[in-house]
């Protein structure tokens, strides 16, 4: 049935983007088997900060990595590396592992963000406790002057 399902508003001109009409949560499944959620004030979906993502999605390449002769094996380049070998014989996917790289590259990112985030944050609450200490400080200059 191919009708409207959700109010929507226009699209500008100008610039090809709408407003947010939809108040509720939803998930519709298109003819094709493709998934779209509605999730009103969801702006991204991101991947996180958690590794443990990566192993669940690529376990075939996770269980070949005891093989790399380097334990620091980024299978890329290294000599050793029982992931590419794989690759090369035609028992893993290079398709598998390029998206490996990607969504690896992705977690580092993400978790480098975070890090960020965490060390201006706590860079602020230290601003913070200098003003205060500066604060009472003066006030305790002041009492002692009177």
Not at 60 to 74: A, N, P, V
Not at 81 to 86: D, H, K, N, S, T
Not at 96 to 124: C, G, M, P, T, W
Request: proline share 2%; glycine share 8%; net charge positive.
């Amino acid at each position: 049935m191919d009708r409207p399902i959700q109010e929507t508003s226009f699209i500008r001109d100008f610039n090809g983007k709408g407003r947010h009409t939809t108040t509720l949560r939803q998930l519709f499944i298109m003819k094709s088997g493709v998934l779209i959620i509605d999730n009103s004030g969801l702006w991204k979906v991101g991947i996180g900060t958690v590794s443990d993502g990566i192993a669940e999605t690529f376990p075939d390449i996770l269980e070949r990595t005891t093989g790399c002769q380097f334990s620091d094996c980024r299978h890329a380049q290294e000599p050793g590396c029982a992931v590419q070998e794989a690759v090369k014989c035609g028992t893993l996917s290079s398709f598998l592992l390029e998206n490996y790289h990607l969504h690896v590259r992705d977690l580092a990112f993400e978790q480098e963000k975070a890090e960020i985030e965490l060390v201006r944050s706590e860079r602020k609450r230290w601003k913070g406790i200098t003003k205060l200490a500066k604060e009472i400080s003066k006030r305790k200059g002041d009492f002692l002057s009177t």
